[in-house]
């Protein structure tokens, strides 16, 4: 089941929260300018440094944001996350805001999704995206930027990277700032956490029912290896039981001490939420981790679950 979601003409994502099917679940989000919440949430799990996870979790949060695509019976609703920005001087802004009076400074945003966000290179070239739709006060506030192409479209694992264009310089530098901090973070993570087997923490941000940015904690249940391509990375799909909706497709997906070391760049990329797979657990789509300075495992699929005997994350829960 993909979960991207579709408003009808005219309706509002709080509609579509009310008749979710998952609505019981709702609880477990966390309003991603809650930060009293997500503090106390994170102080809840054992043997977790939780400063470093804090202050990694907010930088997620202003590098994730909302697709919207307009289609013949709606709004096709999404979430994306921002992989790489690249400044541009002395040639003309191509955003549709730019028509008439381009603007000679400019950038472009690369972020990542899942296919089915976008299914097509028409898809991507129509989409708009919205950063800072952290709350209901700023619904109808945010920064707007445009979609101009997707690339590296794998159908098998469900994922695509979309290019934006925008003239707002200070959006280019905040979010390029975000990037080298969330970087800096991960590793930090990843050197602390990479050798944890079990009870693995997943972070999810997304943009549930199209409307604003929530924070989804649950624990990694599954990891399935779908190709070796370089000897220091599995290219691979986690299965998870952090809270998900429609709207959540796409997402950035964190599963603790796993990290990229070429995110940024162009031989890796981060995991997204891709779905619910045939057990009933959320799914990603393929992503990179890094195993550089780790023993290889000859494997198709390792469990990572030990539950502490009641079936749910010990940090879901309230």
């Not at 996870?53 to 907010?58: C, N």
């Not at 990277?161 to 310089?169: E, G």
Request: net charge negative; proline share 2%; charged share 25%.
């Amino acid at each position: 089941h993909q979960q991207v979601q579709i408003l009808q003409s005219g309706e509002k994502s709080d509609s579509a929260s009310m008749r979710c099917e998952n609505r019981e679940h709702h609880v477990h989000y966390i309003e991603a300018s809650d930060t009293a919440k997500l503090t106390k949430r994170l102080s809840q799990i054992p043997e977790i440094e939780s400063n470093v996870l804090f202050q990694f979790i907010r930088c997620m949060c202003d590098l994730t944001a909302l697709t919207e695509l307009v289609i013949a019976d709606g709004i096709r609703c999404g979430t994306c996350f921002v992989q790489k920005i690249e400044k541009f001087a002395n040639t003309s802004c191509p955003c549709p805001e730019c028509q008439g009076h381009r603007n000679t400074k400019w950038g472009k945003v690369t972020l990542t999704t899942a296919l089915h966000v976008l299914k097509d290179e028409a898809d991507a070239s129509k989409c708009t995206v919205r950063f800072f739709i952290d709350s209901e006060d700023s619904t109808d506030q945010g920064k707007i930027i445009y979609g101009l192409k997707s690339h590296s479209r794998d159908v098998t694992g469900d994922w695509c990277a979309l290019v934006c264009a925008t003239h707002d310089l200070d959006l280019l530098t905040l979010l390029e700032d975000k990037l080298k901090e969330y970087w800096k973070l991960g590793r930090a993570l990843k050197d602390k956490y990479q050798k944890e087997s079990e009870n693995l923490v997943v972070v999810v941000v997304s943009h549930p029912h199209g409307g604003p940015k929530r924070i989804s904690l649950g624990e990694a249940k599954v990891k399935d290896l779908a190709r070796e391509v370089r000897e220091d990375q599995d290219w691979c799909y986690y299965s998870y039981d952090a809270v998900t909706c429609d709207g959540s497709s796409g997402a950035p997906v964190y599963v603790l001490g796993r990290w990229n070391d070429g995110f940024g760049y162009w031989f890796g990329h981060t995991h997204n939420h891709s779905g619910i797979d045939n057990f009933d657990l959320n799914s990603s789509t393929v992503g990179v981790d890094s195993t550089y300075g780790l023993s290889r495992q000859s494997y198709r699929s390792v469990v990572l679950e030990k539950t502490d005997g009641c079936g749910q994350s010990s940090f879901q829960k309230e």
